[in-house]
Nanobody, 128 residues
């Protein structure tokens, strides 16, 4: 069964750090582009970060650029999101998602859109 399972969420104080993991089962992640998305209470889901199948390309939302780092370990079939300097506004359910890798046109921006597979999410709460 194709599944993505997030873990590592929890309660953390402002300024703290947390690392989320996204483990794949039923398929091999090395052929897929992976993204992290988040949905805050009462808000729409938003793209947070994205990483190419090889890890050579990344994207970050402006709100987390410089604080969050997406990475992958294809040998472990796992993608990570390292979150530093956490703020209360980072509170959200975080989801990982996957789509098959694809070639891009000249000038096309690297983004995680039209994802095919989704995890169930893990809750991150940033509060003192």
């Amino acid at each position: 069964q194709v599944q993505l399972v997030e873990s590592g969420g929890g309660l953390v104080q402002p300024g703290g750090s947390l690392r989320l993991s996204c483990a794949a089962s039923g398929f091999t992640l090395n052929y897929y582009t992976i993204g992290w998305f988040r949905q805050a209470p009462g808000k729409e889901r938003e793209e947070n970060s994205c990483i190419s199948s090889s890890g050579s390309s990344t994207y970050y939302a402006d709100s987390v650029k410089g604080r969050f780092t997406i990475s992958r370990d294809n040998a472990k079939n796992t993608v990570y999101l390292q979150m530093n300097s956490l703020k209360p506004e980072d509170t959200a359910v975080y989801y990982c998602a996957a789509r098959p890798r694809r070639t891009s046109r000249n000038g096309e921006l690297f983004r995680c859109a039209s994802m095919d597979y989704w995890g169930k999410g893990t809750l991150v709460t940033v509060s003192s």
